[in-house]
């Protein structure tokens, strides 16, 4: 507040400016400033508040991008994953089935072996069977007669024509084969070796008896 002169009365009306008309204060022009002041800066706060949110929606756009960016690598890398365990899965249902085909190849090729053996065994034991069957069938009958004959007391001479003519040509006719190499196998087969020893047995009967007979 500002003092008056001394001897000046205090003024009771409205103040004057130099001109003599009515001043207000403040006045318009000041308001007018100030009303321009604060629209200034109403503007701005609101260019700085766009700034900001135009900033933050870059902001927003970058980790957008970046996240679609980051899932797209990992779908990439998934899939990638997805084909190499793939292609490992194919190779070893690829190799397993390999693995039982050639399992189930040398089964069936066991069982055949096996079979074929088998039948070859049996065969085989079969004919050995009949033909031992049929050596010692024969080597009875020849056996019966010698015993026959020696019970009758039959000479010398009846003895050794018919009978000791056929073991010797029988005889002879083995050996001849044996010699030639015909019908030779692996070694001796049991109906052969049954047959030479009835033959040798035989044979040491009839010489038995032959030397005994007068």
């Known amino acids: 507040m500002t003092s008056r002169p001394k001897g000046v009365a205090a003024s009771t009306g409205m103040a004057v400016d130099s001109a ?3 001043a207000y204060d403040p006045s318009q022009n000041v308001l007018d400033l100030v009303e321009a002041e ?19 929606r870059h902001v927003e756009e970058i ?8 899932a797209e690598l990992r779908m990439a890398e998934s899939a990638r ?7 490992d899965r194919e190779d070893v249902n690829k190799t397993a089935a390999q693995a039982l085909n050639a399992i189930q190849t040398l089964a069936t090729t066991t069982n055949t072996t096996a079979e074929t053996l088998r039948n070859q065994v049996a065969t085989t034991a079969q004919q050995a069977a009949q033909q031992r069957a ?6 009875n009958k020849r056996l019966s007669a010698v015993e026959l004959a020696l019970s009758e007391g039959k000479g010398k001479q009846t003895v050794a024509d018919p009978m000791m003519a056929e073991l010797v040509a029988e005889m002879k006719a083995m050996r001849q084969a044996q010699a030639t190499g015909t019908g030779k ?4 087969s049991a109906s052969v070796a049954f047959a030479i020893a009835a033959a040798g047995v ?9 030397s005994r007979l007068p």
Do not use: M, P, W
């Not at 980790?63 to 980051?70: F, G, Y």
């Not at 994953?81 to 292609?87: A, F, G, H, K, T």
């Open 20 to 22: 003599g008309d009515v």
């Open 38 to 56: 604060r629209r200034r800066q109403d503007d701005l706060r609101e260019a700085e508040r766009r700034y900001f949110d135009a900033q933050n």
């Open 63 to 70: 980790l957008t991008l970046r996240a679609l960016h980051a």
């Open 81 to 87: 994953l997805d084909s190499i365990r793939q292609v």
């Open 134 to 139: 049929i050596d010692t069938t024969e080597f």
């Open 185 to 188: 196998t692996e070694g001796i």
């Open 202 to 210: 035989l044979l040491g009967i009839v010489g038995l008896v032959l």
